[in-house]
């Protein structure tokens, strides 16, 4: 993920990324589509499936994007 947004977010000299999360929130364990076939603990208790890791960095590789260019990001599908 800090790979994904780096390379975004480079053009506009940004060297450092840190990721947080939001207090008393909970997503699950974010693994790689590798870590989630192994079934191990992380990859047992990954709520999205295989592929929630790589959905997320293209979704926050997005928001980088609209953040370089000056875009205001989609508000997304409606419930």
Known sequence: MRQTLAS???TI???DVVLHTYASTYAGYM???EEYQCQD???GYTLFGPW???ALQTAFADLAADAVHGR??????RP
């Open 72 to 77: 205001v990001p989609s508000i997304g599908p």
């Open 41 to 43: 603990y992380e990859g």
């Open 13 to 15: 000299g940004v060297a």
């Open 52 to 54: 929630s890791l790589a």
């Open 8 to 10: 975004e977010l480079a």
């Open 31 to 33: 693994t790689t589509y």
